[in-house]
């Protein structure tokens, strides 16, 4: 699958526009926080970071071979560094706070697939 091919809203259980995703309070400053849509084996797995007043959202896939990047599905990301995550798989480096791209590894130059999220009333939503 290219870049080209992952079309995020085309996935399974994908939120849609609109979709409450949690409480801003909920997000740590800095830290990666995960939110599963649907059921286990199916679920779409959204990635938020937030830095300060910013709010990135990112589809928990790998652009290498477009796996999940922590090990299992309760959690347990690796951080090569404070906004960088690092994929389980083959070590690509995604920086968090710029578009997702690929700093390190075998996907070089590409980027995680963004989810626009947008913050309304202390409520984080699926942006459009
Ligand atoms: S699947 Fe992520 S680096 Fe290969």
């Given at each position: 699958?290219?870049?080209?091919?992952?079309?995020?809203?085309?996935?399974?259980?994908?939120?849609?526009?609109?979709?409450?995703?949690?409480?801003?309070?909920?997000?740590?400053?800095?830290?990666?926080?995960?939110?599963?849509?649907?059921?286990?084996?199916?679920?779409?797995k959204?990635?938020?970071?937030?830095?300060?007043?910013?709010?990135?959202?990112?589809?928990?896939?790998?652009?290498?071979?477009w796996?999940?990047?922590?090990?299992?599905?309760?959690?347990?990301?690796?951080?090569?560094?404070?906004?960088?995550?690092?994929c389980?798989?083959?070590?690509?480096?995604?920086?968090?706070?710029?578009?997702?791209?690929?700093?390190?590894?075998?996907?070089?130059?590409?980027?995680?697939?963004n989810?626009?999220v947008?913050?309304?009333?202390?409520?984080?939503?699926?942006?459009e």
């Amino acid at each position: 699958m290219s870049d080209t091919d992952f079309v995020w809203t085309e996935q399974a259980n994908a939120p849609k526009s609109g979709s409450v995703v949690c409480a801003w309070t909920e997000l740590p400053d800095r830290t990666l926080h995960e939110v599963h849509f649907g059921g286990s084996e199916e679920a779409f797995k959204l990635l938020l970071f937030r830095d300060r007043d910013a709010l990135h959202g990112y589809v928990n896939k790998c652009p290498h071979h477009w796996l999940t990047m922590n090990r299992r599905s309760d959690g347990e990301f690796m951080m090569w560094a404070e906004d960088e995550l690092m994929c389980v798989h083959h070590c690509a480096v995604f920086k968090l706070t710029d578009a997702g791209r690929c700093i390190d590894g075998p996907c070089l130059g590409t980027n995680l697939v963004n989810v626009p999220v947008v913050v309304l009333d202390g409520q984080v939503l699926i942006g459009e």
